[in-house]
C-alpha cells in the first residue's frame, strides 16, 4: 500500500510539473492567458462536397513520427452513420474535403482555417482500423497543411491499468454540438457517465457505453476523465482514490445509439492501433 501511495504522489508531482509547463506555455503566447489543457485538445472541423457544406464534425490531433494526424469518426468522412447504416444527407452527397478550425500559431485565442482533400483521385487520404475483420468508426488524417498552426496533440497514458474503472464514472466529451463553441471557438465540455463496464466490450468491438446528453457535431471528440475518482486496485480489489488534475483520454465518441439511449465511445486501444497503421 505504501508503495502504491508513493507511486500515486510520484504521479501527481509529475502531473503538476506538466501543468506549470504547460501553463508558462500558454502565456508566452497571450498575456495572462489561462485555458484548461482539455480546451484546446479538440478541433471544430466542416465536411464539405466541393464548395457546398455537408456537416460538423470533431477531432483531435494524435502524432506518429512527429507527424500529426486529425482523429475522428469514419462517419464523418463516408456521410454514412456508423450505427444505422443511413446517409446524413438527403441527397446521399459524401464529403471530399474538410476545413479544420486550426489554433492560429502562438497567439492562443485566435484560429486559422486549413483545408484537407479527402481523397486523391479516387483513393481515400484517410487510414482506417479493423478489429475482427470489422471496421471500426475511427479514422486518422495526415494533416499536410500546417503553417501558421500551433498543434496541441493528445498522448495515451496508461497510468490506470493497474486499477478498474467503475461503472457510474464521471466522464467528459469534449466536442462542438450543433457546431456551437462554448466561447471564441473553444469547444464544449459534456458530462457523462460511464454505463458499462469499461473493461468489457459492446457487441464484442473495443467500445464502451455513457450515459448524458450528446448532439449531433460532437463525432470524433475526444473521451477524458479528469478530476477525482475512486477505482478498484486489481491485484488486492481495495478501493483506491485517484486524482486526474489534466485529463486522461479515454477513447473516442461515436454517436447516439436510439435504442438504447446512450453513446458509443470507441476505445483507446483502436485509436493506438490505428496510429501505429498510419502512413
Known sequence: MLLLLKRCLLTAILVSVSSLLFLNHLNAQ???????LGSVISLKFYTLKDKDTLGIGT???????????LITNL?????????????????????????IQHHLLNKLGNWVSKKQFLYKGITKNWNEVFADGKIMDVVSLKLTDTANV??????????????????????????YPFGITASKQYPVWKSVFLA??????????PVFLIDGTTRKGMSGSPVIMKGSYTMMDRKT??????????????????????????SAVFKTEVIETLINLSK
Open 237 to 262: 480489489n481495495q478501493s483506491i482514490p485517484i486524482t486526474v488534475p489534466l485529463y486522461s483520454l479515454k477513447g473516442i465518441y461515436s454517436g447516439h445509439i436510439d435504442a438504447l439511449e446512450l
Open 75 to 99: 462517419h464523418n468522412f463516408t456521410g454514412i452513420d456508423y450505427w444505422s447504416g443511413k446517409h446524413f444527407d438527403s441527397l446521399k452527397r459524401q464529403p471530399n474535403n474538410i476545413i
Open 196 to 205: 458499462s463496464e469499461y473493461a468489457d466490450n459492446y457487441l464484442d468491438i
Open 59 to 69: 477531432g483531435f490531433i494524435i502524432r506518429k513520427d512527429g507527424i500529426p494526424y
Open 30 to 36: 497571450r498575456k495572462d492567458a489561462f485555458v484548461d
Open 150 to 175: 500551433s498543434i496541441y496533440d493528445i498522448e495515451i497514458d496508461h497510468e490506470d491499468e493497474p486499477y478498474r474503472i467503475l461503472p457510474g464514472s464521471q466522464f467528459f466529451v469534449i466536442g
